[in-house]
């Protein structure tokens, strides 16, 4: 009887919406190991040449930083499929998952901190994500990318896209000039910002592939192209300035924190745009925002515990260090959201 039940617990989960479930959890998987590759890629690289949180881009030459560069791709490429099938309300939090295997990873090859409360930080994130994926809303029915084009140009999305656009030009022009290499949320507030969009577009192209895959050929509609052109730029601007911030700080802290930024964004985007509580009554979204406040709860503590230590020699360098600062003897290597070859 309890198994009948249980089974029929999962009736309200699409199909598509499981395929996306899938694809978004092995996703997460492919990007979180990719951080550490890449970071391995990026310190090996500026030992030799120019790093790239100052401009640099030696790690191109690097085949480490290429290595973990292509398993980004296969877990985006698997995150693109997800989009196609599930609303992104749904695949998108699921990149707590990276954040977990990152941290672990970033402790075990890295040599980077992760103190036991980042464990329970982790298990949050675990958490959060499944009460999402319970809750989450059906995927929109749409029958043409030009459908997806129609929602994309309403004014409430190209308002949202206009100050997208005003946000990021000030963060390039003007505040990564002056403090790109010493506060994280700049870098990672581009990343964000640029990366809300780029969603949105993988949607759209995402829906224009399956529907042209299942016979309704989308590549002959102009809109196809325009959020191909949309996606490419995205992704360089967003593979650009990630480098940057993983190159300039911690990775521990440089994950949970492009996570939160990212999703929140993503998630308003795709309100905006694809109008994802509409279908669903007052009780699924509240449900849906308490899974994603315990996400955020996680990766806030799995951030604020990264250089936390159960011994007192670390606690004592740490009130040095801050010492050392509130003097005005200031020193790179105490800074704890920096990274220590920085």
Known sequence: MAVAESSNGYKGMSSDNIKGLVLALSSSFFIGSSFIVKKKGLKKAGASGVRAGVGGYSYLSEPLWWVGMIT???????????????????????????????AVLARIILKEKLHVFGIVGCL????????????????????????????????GFLCYVLLVMIAVSILIFHIIPLYGQTHIMVYIGVCSL????????????????????????????????????????????????????????????????YYVMFTSLTILA?????????????TQIVTELCGFVTILSGTFLLHRTKDLSDGL??????????????????????????CQDS
């Open 270 to 282: 795709s309100v905006i745009m694809f109008k994802d509580w509409d279908r669903q009554n007052p």
């Open 124 to 155: 949050l994130c675990v958490v959060g994500s499944t009460t999402i994926v319970l809750h989450a809303p059906p995927e929109r029915e749409i029958e043409s990318v030009i459908d997806v084009w129609n929602l994309a140009t309403e004014p």
């Open 72 to 102: 980004m791709i296969v877990g985006e490429t698997a995150n693109f499929a997800a989009y196609a099938f599930a609303p992104a309300i749904l695949v998108t939090p699921l990149g707590a998952l990276s954040i977990i295997i990152s």
């Open 194 to 257: 640029v990366g809300s969009l780029l969603v949105m577009g993988v949607k759209a192209l995402g829906i224009a592939l399956k529907l042209t895959l299942s016979g309704m050929n989308q590549l002959v509609y102009p809109q196809t192209w325009a959020f191909t052109l949309i996606v490419a730029a995205c992704v360089v601007a967003q593979i650009n300035y990630l480098n940057k911030a993983l190159d300039t700080f911690n990775t521990a802290v440089v994950s949970p924190i």
């Open 313 to 338: 020699s670390t606690s004592l360098s740490m009130k040095l260090s801050k010492h050392n600062v509130e003097s005005g003897f200031e020193d790179t290597e105490g800074i704890p959201l920096r």
